[in-house]
T-cell receptor, first 118, second 111 residues
């Protein structure tokens, strides 16, 4: 149980285009999902908290107009990188907060999406 | 703010035990977690410990928690080459659901 998927796993796009990444909790409902960014050989940096049915909460320094987050259902959150530039190239990982599972407040992570902007 | 530190590298021989350490500054986290990340992949939950426990054992994994010293450790018995990965500890930021991750420890297992 507690499986989280991400799609796509890898995407290459041209500078100036927008890219949408989906995060799904497959076997549980998640009112809260998180989006992280990870640079090579570094830890995870929390970008934003995605709340079902309400606006996302962004961490300091993360541009909300650049990284659009939508949490339309209890099993799906999307991150759209708008007008992507090479400096947005990174590994993006989502997680879903499991409630009522063994180990309350446990986050289960997706496999990540490697974004490369040319 | 919360600060979570780990040593960056650990190298062990196959069959030996590995001990990965983590120190943190905020002791209010109800649960403390260990995650494993293999190259190019997401994070896999390995184990967690409730804050009122000192020790938790789960097959080859043993978690020790010293709340007084704010020190968490993960011991992997009989380390295998498949255990080579980056290991992250995580605590919950006080008053939120957010995780604060350690810097990650890269474990290399030598055959």
């Amino acid at each position: 149980g507690a499986v989280v998927s991400q799609h796509p796993s890898r995407v290459i796009c041209k500078s100036g285009t927008s890219v949408k990444i989906e995060c799904r909790s497959l076997d549980f409902q998640a009112t809260t999902m998180f989006w992280y960014r990870q640079f090579p050989k570094q830890s995870l940096m929390l970008m934003a908290t995605s709340n079902e049915g309400s606006k996302a909460t962004y961490e300091q320094g993360v541009e909300k107009d650049k990284f659009l987050i939508n949490h339309a259902s209890l099993t799906l959150s999307t991150l759209t990188v708008t007008s992507a530039h090479p400096e947005d190239s990174s590994f993006y990982i989502c997680s879903a907060r499991a409630q009522g599972q063994k180990g309350t407040d446990t986050q289960y992570f997706g496999p990540g999406t490697r974004l490369t902007v040319l | 703010g919360e600060d979570v530190e780990q040593s960056l590298f650990l190298s062990v021989r196959e069959g030996d035990s590995s001990v990965i350490n983590c120190t943190y500054t905020d002791s209010s986290s109800t649960y403390l977690y260990w995650y494993k990340q293999e190259p190019g992949a997401g994070l896999q939950l390995l184990t967690y410990i409730f804050s009122n426990m000192d020790m938790k054992q789960d097959q080859r994994l043993t978690v020790l928690l010293n709340k007084k010293d704010k020190h968490l450790s993960l011991r992997i018995a009989d380390t295998q080459t498949g255990d080579s990965a980056i290991y992250f500890c995580a605590v919950i930021l006080s008053g939120t659901y957010k995780y604060i991750f350690g810097t990650g420890t890269r474990l290399k297992v030598l055959a």
